[in-house]
């Protein structure tokens, strides 16, 4: 299917976006509303300031938690005709840091998502996973749906992996017609920086004001870095392709990008000159190489990532620099801490 005929597939369907606030989940937003969808954005706003929410013509923002039966009711009164579930305890640091909250939010919160999917049949459940997650540290290069490792390191993984389980459970089981969409490294526009964000928005931020930007590691750890437009059309297609049920596919680029190689680029595309600064390795950050085929998703829905990395990363810093007050505002690093000394991993998953 062309990417027109994905779009019209859309129109008149009512759709609800879990963590919609975010970057991947704003954009996604932003692209059903342009193809004529009626869109319900649930979102608690723990990770993304309100004015990330999309206020466009069709869209219903619910403010509340994906643990909240209340707002779940809310949610699914409206009749979706699918849901995209994004909304999740992000990312692997975090996890460590509060274990318990991890395990509430991906584990609970997607066990009633998929209860209330089936209470209120749903054409499709798109569930986003993570490919930094389900195949480890030890998984052969380039990483392929096939394999998949039991020895994570972080309760994010963990989640991450026992969300797709719960989702097959709710397959095979109720007849819920889910989906699971593996992402990798996403960047672009739509995330503000803070203590448990990506290392792209954090680097951009860093760089901005003038500050270093901290590598975990030696800098030659590579990444699969993918252009959240790329992402938000394979989500499209996702929700629409038939053969996608019951499927699990990686959405990334398919190339891979050394981090020592994005804090130069960083610099030198803002005019920083701070340069960078190394520090430990984290314990539980144990992958030297990231890099996802994207053969399955190519073959089974169509999808095919066309964004360049340097072009990406130039809309990316474009909507900081267009967005920079609300953005320094919103920045989100821990209280009492200065942004310009706190660090986050630069090879986060």
Not at 247 to 273: H, K, P, Y
Request: charged content about 20%; glycine content about 10%; proline content about 5%.
């Amino acid at each position: 299917m062309t990417d027109g005929e994905i779009g019209a597939a859309w129109s008149g369907r009512t759709v609800l976006v879990t963590g919609g606030a975010g970057a991947i989940g704003s954009n996604l937003v932003t692209a059903l509303a342009s193809h004529g969808a009626r869109v319900i954005v649930l979102d608690d706003l723990s990770a993304s300031p309100r004015w990330n929410v999309p206020s466009l013509p069709g869209v219903l923002f619910v403010e509340g938690s994906i643990l909240d039966e209340v707002k779940l009711k809310r949610c699914f009164f409206e009749k979706p005709d699918a849901v995209f579930h994004l909304a999740a305890f992000f990312a692997n640091q975090n996890s460590v840091d509060h274990p318990e909250t991890d395990l509430m939010v991906n584990g609970m919160g997607t066990l009633r998502l998929l209860e209330y999917a089936t209470l209120h049949p749903v054409k499709r459940f798109v569930y986003a996973s993570s490919g930094c997650s389900i195949y480890g540290s030890e998984a052969p290069l380039p990483l392929r749906e096939e394999f998949m490792s039991m020895h994570l390191t972080t309760p994010y993984q963990i989640t991450k992996m026992l969300g797709e389980l719960y989702g097959n459970f709710f397959q095979h089981h109720y007849d819920v017609p889910v989906v699971k969409a593996r992402f990798f490294n996403s960047y672009g526009p739509g995330e503000v920086p803070g203590q448990y964000r990506n290392v792209i928005p954090n680097f951009v931020y860093w760089a901005m004001l003038g500050q270093p930007l901290p590598i975990t590691g030696e800098g030659t750890e590579t990444r699969d870095f993918t252009f959240v437009g790329d992402i938000v059309n394979g989500l499209l297609r996702a929700g629409i392709v038939e053969a996608a049920i019951g499927e699990e596919f990686n959405l990334a680029s398919g190339r891979e990008v050394r981090i020592v190689d994005l804090a130069t680029m960083v610099n030198e595309a803002v005019q920083s000159t701070a340069g960078i600064k190394f520090a430990a390795r984290r314990r539980w950050d144990t992958k030297k190489r990231l890099l996802a085929s994207v053969d399955k998703a190519r073959d089974l829905i169509g999808y095919a990532p066309d964004t360049e990395f340097a072009e990406g990363l130039a809309h990316t810093i474009a909507w900081f620099r267009a967005n920079w007050d609300r953005i320094a505002a919103s920045a989100a690093f821990g209280p009492g801490q200065s942004s310009a000394v706190r660090e986050v991993s630069t090879v986060r998953g």
